[in-house]
T-cell receptor, first 111, second 120 residues
Framework: EAQVTQNPRYLITVTGKKLTVTCSQN?????MSWYRQDPGLGLRQIYY???????DKGDVPEGYKVSRKEKRNFPLILESPSPNQTSLYFC??????????FGQGTRLTVV | AQTVTQSQPEMSVQEAETVTLSCTYD???????LFWYKQPPSRQMILVIR??????QNATENRFSVNFQKAAKSFSLKISDSQLGDAAMYFC?????????????????FGKGTHLIIQP
């Protein structure tokens, strides 16, 4: 089954404690991206990757890192999380120009 | 930068009636894609319908159809025969054509969403 898998689905952490949210897709898609969803703001792109070792900033990259060492994986790293990063996060993948497939979302709370 | 505006934070409709959700966008490009996504309480992002700007014919998927007005930069979603399962957040989204060289964002720009309530 074609899918994008994010882990964990829920995470509560403390300020400053490094965390990684994993994202994996099984469709051999070149393009992968991360979005955050906040009430009243819709979804905003954090980072994206056009292919292995090719990443770039989206609209709200501050406080986040990503890497793309393998085509199927695109982890989101928060080196020092802060409460303003409490949000719902989505990973998405697609062929270049194709339909986007979304993961199930990760609800992150930073206290 | 492209912007997408959904002017209706919340809409309510009686079951079996028709409802239209509005979306406008701003772009200087002539070729692009537009989407409507549905997000039920499960939080899953579900693609409802997709429109390519170079196609003049409005997209249709069963009870869902769009009214695409390119000159007015308007992309409304019509839901006919509303059902209880249609209750959700609906997001309008814009995407530029992909740029195969020199990088460039193939990402989606979303509106802030419309919360659709279905009254039984």
């Amino acid at each position: 089954e074609a899918q994008v898998t994010q882990n964990p689905r829920y995470l509560i952490t403390v300020t400053g404690k490094k965390l990684t949210v994993t994202c994996s897709q099984n469709m051999n898609h070149e393009y992968m991206s991360w979005y955050r969803q906040d009430p009243g703001l819709g979804l905003r792109q954090i980072y994206y990757s056009m292919n292995v070792e090719v990443t770039d900033k989206g609209d709200v990259p501050e406080g986040y890192k990503v890497s793309r060492k393998e085509k199927r994986n695109f982890p989101l790293i928060l080196e020092s999380p802060s409460p303003n990063q409490t949000s719902l996060y989505f990973c998405a993948s697609s062929l270049i120009g194709g339909r986007a497939f979304f993961g199930q979302g990760t609800r992150l709370t930073v206290v | 930068a492209q912007t997408v505006t959904q002017s209706q934070p919340e809409m309510s409709v009686q079951e079996a009636e028709t409802v239209t959700l509005s979306c406008t966008y701003d772009t200087s490009e002539s070729d692009y894609y537009l989407f409507w996504y549905k997000q039920p309480p499960s939080r899953q992002m579900i693609l409802v319908i997709r429109q390519e700007a170079y196609k003049q014919q409005n997209a249709t998927e069963n009870r869902f159809s769009v009214n695409f007005q390119k000159a007015a930069k308007s992309f409304s979603l019509k839901i006919s025969d509303s059902q209880l399962g249609d209750a959700a957040m609906y997001f309008c989204a814009y995407r530029r054509p992909p740029m195969y060289s020199g990088g460039g964002a193939d990402g989606l720009t979303f509106g802030k969403g419309t919360h659709l309530i279905i009254q039984p």
